[in-house]
T-cell receptor, first 110, second 114 residues
Framework: KNQVEQSPQSLIILEGKNCTLQ??????????LRWYKQDTGRGPVSLTI?????NTKSNGRYTATLDADTKQSSLHITASQLSDSASYIC?????????FGQGTELSVKP | NAGVMQNPRHLVRRRGQEARLRCSPM?????VYWYRQLPEEGLKFMVY????????ESGMPKERFSAEFPKEGPSILRIQQVVRGDSAAYFC????????????FGPGTRLTVL
């Protein structure tokens, strides 16, 4: 069964700190893996997308890694800001259709 | 270049009524995807459409739900005889390619069934 599992479910950190979010998947075949940021009441916005051959991709303070052998990905956020408070969703695509994780709810406190 | 537009943003219906959700894709995008996000759950794929064609409806409930993407005008997700369990956020995404590697999401329609 195609599944995407994320951990932790929620996370609270202080402004300026770093954090790492985890994603494990059992999707097959594998086309690509994306990380989205979803602010409350808004649609998801793409942060990174990685194919099978890529093992790291950065977008500003966001760095995603992918280990296609162990089927794991992580999203590292450096020097967190209050505006980083959102749900971060790991999404795996077997091609066309997207399979979403439940997200990690990140709260950055001053 | 406007992003994906969805309307209404909020919709309230009583049980048994019909709900119509509209999605206008980004300019130049002919591939539209609908997703549903139930409270406390992740987004779930519902249907993938191209202009005038349903390509993949494997995520659509078998009854009461239908979708279309006519040659002219927005894509419509229609829910007949709504029930409380239909209360959710419905997101539309559009893509310029059939592979859907780059999907841009709209702001969503929040449906509340009383």
């Amino acid at each position: 069964k195609n599944q995407v599992e994320q951990s932790p479910q929620s996370l609270i950190i202080l402004e300026g700190k770093n954090c790492t979010l985890q994603c494990n998947y059992t999707v097959s075949p594998f086309s690509n893996l994306r990380w989205y940021k979803q602010d409350t009441g808004r649609g998801p916005v793409s942060l990174t997308i990685m194919t099978f051959s890529e093992n790291t991709k950065s977008n500003g303070r966001y760095t995603a890694t992918l280990d296609a052998d162990t089927k794991q990905s992580s999203l590292h956020i450096t020097a967190s800001q209050l505006s980083d408070s959102a749900s971060y969703i790991c999404v795996v695509s077997p091609g066309g259709k997207l399979i979403f994780g439940q997200g990690t709810e990140l709260s950055v406190k001053p | 270049n406007a992003g994906v537009m969805q309307n209404p943003r909020h919709l309230v219906r009583r049980r048994g009524q019909e709900a119509r959700l509209r999605c206008s894709p980004m300019k130049g995008h002919s591939h539209v995807y609908w997703y549903r996000q139930l409270p406390e759950e992740g987004l779930k794929f519902m249907v993938y459409l191209q202009k005038e064609n349903i390509i993949d409806e494997s995520g659509m409930p078998k009854e009461r739900f239908s979708a279309e993407f006519p040659k002219e005008g927005p894509s419509i997700l229609r829910i007949q005889q709504v029930v409380r369990g239909d209360s959710a956020a419905y997101f539309c995404a559009s893509s310029p390619t059939p592979e859907g590697n780059t999907q841009y999401f709209g702001p969503g329609t929040r449906l509340t069934v009383l």
